[in-house]
């Protein structure tokens, strides 16, 4: 596509509950990455993935958090039991390789956990 | 670990003032330095990079260079426009592919 899309824009859930958030990125990009940004922060790294697999997942704050990419394109990102501190916007980016800084960015997911 | 140190806004300045946001970092080996920009209800946007000492980014007017010596990399402009309000990030990626970020700086111009 023209641009890395996220789905949905806007998240409610309740505490306890499963989210899975999507990401699509730009046509050809092999590398994608998942940033969260908290209100008044800057974007969190979360997991770098390069094709297919996860090359750095060492920004996922806990097990409940799981990102999977099966076709080297679309990504997911799958919260386990919500908590209220996850609540924030969450940002996919991707660009042409691991060696390129052109990120695009997508326009986040904002996740409310109630 | 590594971080990145950005002067608190919200930064309010009139069309036409010079504009300097600073940002300090921490970090281990050669960072390579960015600034991004978020505009009101937009993605975060790529405004410019230096990945080695001395280098300076430009765009749009803007400008940054990474002083290694005092671990710098300001940002400037010398004539800022309403159209620049946006809120400013500071990054860094020391090879990990992962980018690190300050917390922002939000710019708001006035006519």
């Known amino acids: 596509g023209a641009g890395v899309s996220q789905t949905p824009s806007n998240k409610v859930t309740e505490k306890g509950k499963y989210v899975e958030l999507r990401c699509d990125p730009i046509?050809?990009?092999?590398?994608l990455y998942w940033y969260r940004q908290s209100l008044g922060q800057g974007p969190e790294f979360l997991i770098y993935f390069q094709g297919t697999g996860a090359a750095d997942d060492s920004g996922l704050p806990n097990d409940r958090f799981f990102a999977v990419r099966p076709e080297g394109s679309v990504s997911t990102l799958k919260i386990q039991r919500t908590e209220r501190g996850d609540s924030a916007v969450y940002l996919c980016a991707s660009s042409q390789g691991p060696n390129n800084y052109g990120y695009t960015f997508g326009s986040g997911t904002r996740l409310t956990v109630v | 670990g590594d971080s990145v140190t950005q002067m608190e806004g919200p930064v309010t300045l009139s069309e036409e003032a010079f504009l300097t946001i600073n940002c300090t970092y921490t970090?281990?080996?050669?960072?390579?330095l960015f600034w991004y920009v978020q505009y009101p209800g937009e993605g975060l946007q790529l405004l410019l990079k230096?990945?080695?000492?001395?280098d300076k980014g430009s765009n749009k007017g803007f400008e940054a260079t990474y002083r290694k010596e005092t671990t710098s990399f300001h940002l400037e402009k010398g004539s800022v426009q309403v159209s620049d309000s946006a809120v400013y990030f500071c990054?860094?990626?020391?090879?990990?592919?992962?980018?690190?970020f300050g917390s922002g700086t939000r710019l708001q111009v006035q006519p």
């Open positions: 990054a860094l990626d020391t090879g990990r592919r992962a980018l690190t």
């Open positions: 230096a990945t080695k000492a001395d």
């Open positions: 970090a281990t080996g050669y960072p390579s």
């Open positions: 046509s050809g990009h092999t590398a």
